[in-house]
């Protein structure tokens, strides 16, 4: 219902004429796909709101365009400053942040000022974050600031022995949760609205690696037992915090558990945002797999022999374990790939493949970033593209002079 249909050859001639007049490097997202994966995400998320999450995205217009799509609300955002710009720019009046942090000017800023303190969740797992934002300004000389406990979600078997998921916060248990919730509470000049618990080795992992069944069965049989695990303490966490607030909202998932973080009804809202452009990493995954829509150019600099073609740039890794997955990878044309000897370069790219030996110099390759919103940060604009043709450009958090991380 909400698929975009992307045969290779058909794309490529698309994705041409609409930049014909560009010279690579440079990015763009296909808005119909993104529109798509819009709709197809607020679906899965059955009736339950979805958050926007900012760091898969890193352009304000596109942050904009999601918001406006029935079933998305508010913003997930991955520091204090760039929440404040956010907000004062008005892509938001609803914006969490995702980490904790310890930005003491942009503390003295959400402090200073009243309508930024009510748009504006800070993340807490430790009441050293709350010593540090009272350091900054005492209770009684700022507005009361609003709080969102972030509860550990990741699945630990075997009496702790074995860890599977993220390192995140220290809080883990229900007991823990209510202890924090209890000392947030019991501190002046601080409000907590909120619970987030993002299981990350559910949305972040793919379960059906490509050509690792045996791998793949494994991650499976994990999400299953981490999933029933974080029903029961995610509920009974929930619980024992509301004895001390009143929550405004329950947060979690992400792109690759939409669908069954929704389920969980102790959970009133879910996050995405990778979806929305569909980068390499979400292909592993059986569930649901977001239509592709954002790619970058780089152009056919040499041929260095029969057989190879090599292209300026293209070396935009993700972040990760340094591993190959973590490597754009080349679509379009269909039948690329690259050379192990040197992967994708700082500023060359030498591809080989059954497509190697039609490309000439001055074509264009097409490639695929293995996340998402990361993309944006080796460029300052994104051209958008509808139908056959490339619209304005959306400036990127680089190109609008905000590097966050």
């Known amino acids: 219902m909400h698929h975009v249909a992307t045969d290779s050859s058909d794309l490529r001639a698309r994705l ?16 119909r796909a993104f529109d798509a994966n819009a709709a197809a995400l607020a679906s899965r998320a059955a009736g339950k709101p979805v958050r926007v999450a900012s760091k898969s995205i890193r352009c304000r217009t596109l942050i904009s365009r999601a918001l406006t799509a029935p079933g998305w609300a508010g913003v997930l955002t991955f520091t204090l400053p760039e929440a404040l710009w956010l907000v004062r720019g008005g892509v938001t009046d609803d ?5 904790p942090t310890a930005d003491r000017a942009a503390l003295a800023e959400l402090a200073g000022d009243p309508t930024l303190a009510a748009a504006v969740t800070l993340m807490v797992d430790d009441t050293a974050q709350l010593d540090l934002v009272d350091a900054v300004s005492a209770p009684g000389q700022r507005p009361e600031l609003r709080v969102c406990l972030d509860l550990d979600a990741s699945w630990r078997p075997l009496g702790g022995r074995l860890h599977v998921g993220v390192r995140r916060s220290p809080v883990h248990d229900p007991r823990a949760a209510g202890a924090l919730a209890a000392a947030v509470a019991a501190r002046p000049g601080f409000r907590l609205v909120g619970l987030m618990a993002y299981e990350a080795q559910i949305a972040g992992l793919g379960d059906a690696p490509p050509g690792r069944a045996v791998l793949g069965a494994a991650i499976r049989l994990a999400q299953r037992g981490s999933y029933r695990e974080l ?92 591993q190959r997955s973590r490597l754009p990878r080349p679509v379009l044309p269909a039948g690329l790939q690259l050379v192990d000897a040197e992967g994708a370069g700082e500023v060359q790219t030498p591809l080989t493949g059954r497509a190697a030996g039609s490309l000439r110099v001055g074509d264009r390759v097409w490639f ?34 905000r590097a966050f991380l």
């Open 95 to 99: 914006a969490v942040v995702a980490y």
């Open 16 to 31: 041409d004429r609409a930049t014909a007049h560009l010279d690579p490097p440079y990015a763009v997202v296909d808005l």
């Open 368 to 401: 695929r970033h293995a996340k998402a919103g990361e993309l944006a940060e080796h460029v300052n604009e994104l051209h958008l593209v509808e139908a056959d043709t490339a619209g304005a450009a959306a400036a990127t958090y680089r190109g609008e002079g």
């Open 231 to 322: 029903l029961a303490r995610r509920s009974a966490a929930v619980v024992a915090v509301r004895e001390h607030a009143e929550l405004e909202f329950v947060n979690g998932g992400g792109t690759g558990s939409v669908a069954a973080t929704s389920a969980d009804p102790a959970v009133t809202e879910v996050t995405a945002g990778s979806g929305l452009y569909g980068p390499t990493l979400f292909d592993a995954y059986r569930a649901w797999r977001p239509t592709p829509a954002a790619y970058f150019a780089c152009s056919v600099v040499r041929r260095p022999a029969p057989g190879y073609a090599t292209v300026l740039g293209a070396g935009w890794i993700a972040s990760g374990p340094a």
